[in-house]
């Protein structure tokens, strides 16, 4: 007893000591500036910056600290994206948008999504909501942002939201082109049918054409929406000094888009052979009991 009182007083102060995960450069004008979790990218240019992705509402004063601690302003935001409309990548988006009147851009298909605050999700519709964003300018697949000289071109990847998005952009860095992929995984949040599914009657072919058009996509500079998707603590540690050539990994790229679509295939089959299994189900007589 005094033992759990001693910590509950201690909890705050050992929490408010916690220091905040450093931002970092991943090649020239492209920075890290989210936690150890979710990922946030900052894109600096001489006409302003973009900034991708803003996690919760809680992150956007940590954001705000790793963007003034690499030497930037919030207030140069100009454009602000999202990789997809859930609550952990967008849920700071309004409160961004609000310091910085920054313009939101964001994929025609996941419009809705943001300016309901996720109450239109076919998933997390009924919960899981965050504070509406109004889009400023909405994109079509293929289409290029571009700011400062600077260009990032947005591909519309479906199926774990419906406007799911992709980033690619080219970095010259030391003589060296690196083609940088910002990939939105075609992971399956726990809940999801794929067959039958009346909120999302497409989501199948969806799912299949983000795995496709995936595979096509080049990519030198792997990342993603989550950090641990694409390894940050393995490939960079706190403290490390900057090397591009730490986040190339083409290989690490194809596997992870292998490993989501086995995921996706795997749980099309078991969902198949379960709506099989309950037609054969359907044919035997039920038995009247005597
Ligand atoms: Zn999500």
Same mark, same amino acid.
């Given at each position: 007893?005094?033992?759990? @009182?001693?910590? =509950?007083?201690?909890?705050? @102060?050992?929490?408010?000591?916690?220091?905040?995960?450093?931002?970092?450069?991943?090649?020239?004008?492209?920075?890290?500036?989210?936690?150890?979790?979710?990922?946030?990218?900052?894109?600096?240019?001489?006409? =302003?910056?973009?900034?991708?992705?803003?996690?919760?509402?809680?992150?956007?004063?940590?954001?705000?600290?790793?963007?003034?601690?690499?030497?930037?302003?919030?207030?140069?935001?100009?454009?602000?994206?999202?990789?997809?409309?859930?609550?952990?990548?967008?849920?700071?988006?309004?409160?961004?948008?609000?310091?910085?009147?920054?313009?939101?851009?964001?994929?025609?298909?996941?419009?809705?999504?943001?300016?309901?605050? =996720?109450?239109?999700?076919? @998933?997390?519709?009924?919960?899981?909501?965050?504070?509406?964003?109004?889009?400023?300018?909405?994109?079509?697949?293929?289409?290029?942002?571009?700011?400062?000289?600077?260009?990032?071109?947005?591909?519309?990847?479906?199926?774990?939201?419906?406007?799911?998005?992709?980033?690619?952009?080219?970095?010259?860095?030391?003589?060296?082109?690196?083609?940088?992929?910002?990939?939105?995984? =075609?992971?399956?949040?726990?809940?999801?049918?794929?067959?039958?599914?009346?909120?999302?009657?497409?989501?199948?072919?969806?799912?299949?054409?983000?795995?496709?058009?995936?595979?096509?996509?080049?990519?030198?500079?792997?990342?993603?929406?989550?950090?641990?998707?694409?390894?940050? @603590?393995?490939?960079?540690?706190?403290?490390?000094?900057?090397?591009?050539?730490?986040?190339?990994?083409?290989?690490?790229?194809?596997?992870?888009?292998?490993?989501?679509?086995?995921?996706?295939?795997?749980?099309?089959?078991?969902?198949?052979?379960?709506?099989?299994?309950?037609?054969?189900?359907?044919?035997?007589?039920?038995?009247?009991?005597?």
């Amino acid at each position: 007893m005094r033992r759990a @009182l001693f910590l =509950g007083f201690l909890l705050p @102060l050992l929490i408010s000591a916690q220091k905040l995960f450093p931002p970092l450069r991943i090649v020239g004008n492209l920075y890290y500036v989210g936690d150890n979790d979710l990922a946030s990218y900052l894109v600096v240019t001489p006409r =302003g910056d973009i900034l991708i992705n803003t996690g919760f509402a809680y992150s956007v004063p940590e954001i705000q600290s790793r963007v003034r601690a690499l030497g930037f302003r919030l207030k140069d935001i100009k454009i602000l994206l999202v990789t997809h409309a859930h609550s952990d990548h967008a849920a700071g988006e309004a409160k961004i948008k609000k310091l910085t009147g920054a313009r939101m851009f964001a994929m025609r298909e996941e419009v809705e999504l943001l300016e309901t605050g =996720g109450k239109t999700d076919y @998933l997390f519709g009924s919960s899981g909501w965050f504070p509406p964003v109004k889009v400023d300018r909405a994109l079509e697949d293929g289409e290029k942002i571009e700011l400062g000289g600077f260009i990032i071109t947005a591909y519309l990847h479906p199926g774990h939201t419906k406007g799911s998005t992709s980033f690619a952009m080219e970095i010259a860095e030391a003589g060296q082109t690196y083609r940088v992929l910002i990939a939105n995984l =075609g992971n399956i949040n726990e809940g999801t049918a794929l067959l039958d599914n009346p909120k999302y009657p497409n989501i199948i072919q969806d799912y299949a054409r983000t795995f496709q058009a995936q595979k096509e996509l080049p990519c030198d500079i792997f990342l993603t929406s989550h950090s641990a998707q694409f390894g940050l @603590l393995s490939k960079w540690r706190p403290g490390a000094v900057y090397d591009p050539n730490r986040f190339v990994d083409p290989a690490g790229y194809i596997r992870a888009v292998a490993r989501t679509e086995s995921r996706y295939l795997l749980q099309l089959q078991e969902e198949r052979s379960e709506e099989q299994a309950w037609k054969d189900h359907l044919k035997f007589k039920p038995v009247i009991p005597q």
